[in-house]
C-alpha cells in the first residue's frame, strides 16, 4: 500500500481548491494542495476581481462624464490604461499576498508545480508521488472559442482583454453572457464603440427574460449596440483591425473582437480520463454530495457541471472538507446560489426563473416592483426593477421561489435575496422586516410589501 502523506490531496489552488485546503485544515485534516500556476486561479488572477476592479473605474469615469447632470463641474478627460492596469493589479496583489499567508498560516503544505491524478489516492508532481487518503479535483475552467477562430493579435480571451494596454476604439463582444456584458460595460464606459453578437434571443440569456430585456434596455439608452440571435461565421484580422462575419450577412469592423462564448472544463491531460474518472463532455461527472464514480476521490469547482461561480467553487470546497471530515452537510440547492452580473446597470438573481418556476410548481404569482419607486435608485439616478416569483396562485401563502433584479448596484441586494429565498420565506415573512430608508434594499422590501397585498410606494 503506498504511504498516505496527507488526509487530502488537492489537485488545483483556485476557489474551489483552495476553499477546500482552508476548511480542511480548520477541521484538523492535513492537506497538501498542488497548484501549477498561482494561488487563488481564475477569480483572483484572470476573473472575478480584476474584471470588478476594470468595472470600478469605468463607473468612476462615468461619474466624471456625467457630473454635470447634477451640478458637479466635471468632465473626463480621458483614460490612461497604465494607471488603471495599475490600481488593478495592486488590488490583485494585496489579496493574492493574503492568501498565501492564509494557506501557510494553516499549515497547508502547498506544492508548486502541474500535477497528474494518477491513482483515486494519488497525485504525481515533476515524478514526486503524493498520496492521500482522499483526493479533491479543482482543476478548473479555460475560456473557449469556436471553431475555426483562433485567439491570438487582434482576437482576445477575457485573460488578454485584462492587460490591454489602451482602450480600444472599436470594439465587437462574441457573447452577451456574464462576461462578454461586464467587458462591453467597460469598454463603453471608456468611451469605446461596443457592438455584441449573441446567438441567443438575448443578453444574458440564462437569467430571467425579464432581466433580459430590463438589460437590453439599458444598453440601448448607453448606445451598447447588439446583434441577438445572430451567428459568428468567421473573422480575418489585419494590420489595422478585424472584420468579423455574421450569417445575417452583415460584416462588423473593429480593432478589436473578444470571444466570451463560455469556458470549458480543463479536464485533459491531468490524467482524469486514464485513471478511469466519469466525464461528460469533459466535465467531471459527481453526485450530490460531489463524489465522483471513484472511491474518495471528489471534484469541485468550474469542471462540475452547473453555475461557473466562485462562491460556488468556496462552497463546494467547504461542502467536500465537512463531509470528508464527517460533519454531513446538506447538499448545496444549485438555485440558491446567487448570480450577479456586475455590469452598468446590474443584473442580480437567486432561485428560479419564471418559466422554471412554472415548470416546477404548476401555478406561480409574479410581482415586479419598479425603481421608480425606490427614492435611493431616484438619487442614483437609474432605473430597473425587482421581480419576484412565488409559488403557488395569487392569493395563496407560498415561499418566494425567485428574486430577479437590474439597476445600478443591485448586486449587493442579493444577500438579501438569497436569505429569502434559501430560507423559504414568504411575502409576508418578509413584509414584517423593516428596511432603512432610503436604501435600495427598501425595493426588495416595498416589492414584498405589495406581494403580502399591502403596497406602499408602489402604484397598483
Ligand atoms: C473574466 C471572468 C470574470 C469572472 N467573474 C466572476 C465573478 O465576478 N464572480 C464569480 O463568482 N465568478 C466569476 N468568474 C468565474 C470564477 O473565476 C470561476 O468560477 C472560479 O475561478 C472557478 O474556480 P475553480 O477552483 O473551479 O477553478 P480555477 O479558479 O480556474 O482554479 C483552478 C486552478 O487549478 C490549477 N490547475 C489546473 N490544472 C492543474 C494541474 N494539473 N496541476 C496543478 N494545478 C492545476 C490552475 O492553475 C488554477 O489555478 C469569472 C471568470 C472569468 C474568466
Request: with cysteine; net charge negative; hydrophobic share 40%.
Amino acid at each position: 500500500m503506498a504511504e498516505r502523506d496527507a488526509d487530502l490531496v488537492i489537485l488545483g489552488g483556485g476557489s474551489g481548491g483552495y476553499a477546500c485546503a482552508l476548511r480542511a485544515a480548520e477541521l484538523g485534516l492535513s492537506v497538501t494542495l498542488v497548484e501549477q500556476d498561482k494561488l487563488g486561479g481564475t477569480c483572483l488572477h484572470y476573473g472575478c476581481i480584476p474584471t470588478k476592479a476594470l468595472l470600478h473605474a469605468a463607473e468612476v469615469a462615468d461619474a466624471a462624464r456625467d457630473g454635470d447632470a447634477i451640478g458637479v463641474k466635471s468632465s473626463l478627460a480621458g483614460i490612461d490604461m497604465a494607471g488603471v492596469n495599475s490600481y488593478k493589479d495592486g488590488v490583485v496583489a494585496r489579496l493574492y499576498k493574503g492568501l498565501q499567508g492564509l494557506v501557510s498560516s494553516r499549515g497547508i503544505t502547498y506544492v508548486e508545480g502541474s500535477g497528474r491524478f494518477v491513482a483515486p489516492n494519488a497525485v504525481e508532481v515533476d515524478g514526486q508521488r503524493i498520496t492521500g487518503r482522499h483526493v479533491v479535483l479543482a482543476t478548473g475552467s479555460y475560456p473557449r472559442s469556436l471553431p475555426g477562430l483562433d485567439i491570438g493579435g487582434r482576437i482576445v480571451t477575457s485573460e488578454q482583454a485584462l492587460t490591454l494596454d489602451e482602450v480600444p476604439e472599436r470594439v465587437v463582444v462574441l457573447g452577451g453572457g456574464v462576461i462578454g456584458a461586464e467587458f462591453a460595460s467597460v469598454w463603453r464606459s471608456f468611451g469605446a464603440d461596443v457592438t455584441i453578437v449573441e446567438a441567443l434571443p438575448h443578453l444574458v440569456p440564462s437569467e430571467d427574460e425579464f432581466c433580459s430585456k430590463l438589460l437590453e434596455r439599458a444598453f440601448r439608452k448607453r448606445r451598447i449596440m447588439f446583434k441577438t440571435g445572430v451567428k459568428l461565421t468567421g473573422a480575418q484580422q489585419g494590420e489595422r483591425g478585424v472584420s468579423v462575419g455574421l450569417d445575417s450577412g452583415e460584416q462588423l469592423d473593429a480593432d478589436l473582437l473578444l470571444v466570451a462564448v463560455g469556458r470549458g472544463p480543463n479536464t485533459a491531460g491531468h490524467g482524469y480520463e486514464e485513471a478511469g474518472v466519469t466525464l461528460d463532455r469533459g466535465f467531471v461527472i459527481t453526485d450530490d454530495r460531489l463524489r465522483t464514480n471513484l472511491p474518495d476521490v471528489h471534484a469541485v469547482g468550474d469542471i462540475v457541471p452547473g453555475l461557473q461561480l466562485a462562491h460556488r467553487g468556496f462552497a463546494q470546497g467547504i461542502f467536500v472538507a465537512e463531509d470528508i471530515a464527517g460533519l454531513a452537510p446538506p447538499p448545496i440547492d444549485e438555485a440558491g446560489i446567487p448570480r450577479v452580473t456586475y455590469c452598468e446597470p446590474e443584473v442580480a438573481s437567486v432561485g428560479l426563473t419564471e418559466a422554471a418556476a412554472r415548470e416546477r410548481y404548476g401555478e406561480v404569482h409574479t410581482l415586479t416592483y419598479d425603481l421608480a419607486g425606490n427614492g435611493k435608485s431616484q438619487i442614483l439616478r437609474t432605473s430597473g426593477a425587482v421581480k419576484l416569483v412565488k409559488a403557488g396562485a395569487e392569493g395563496v401563502t407560498g415561499p418566494v421561489v425567485g428574486v430577479h433584479m437590474v439597476g445600478a448596484r443591485v448586486g449587493e441586494l442579493i444577500g438579501e435575496a438569497q436569505l429569502i429565498y434559501n430560507w423559504d420565506a414568504t411575502a409576508e415573512d418578509v413584509a414584517a422586516l423593516i428596511h432603512a430608508h432610503p436604501t435600495q434594499t427598501e425595493a426588495l422590501g416595498e416589492a414584498h410589501l405589495a406581494l403580502a397585498g399591502k403596497p406602499l410606494h408602489a402604484h397598483g
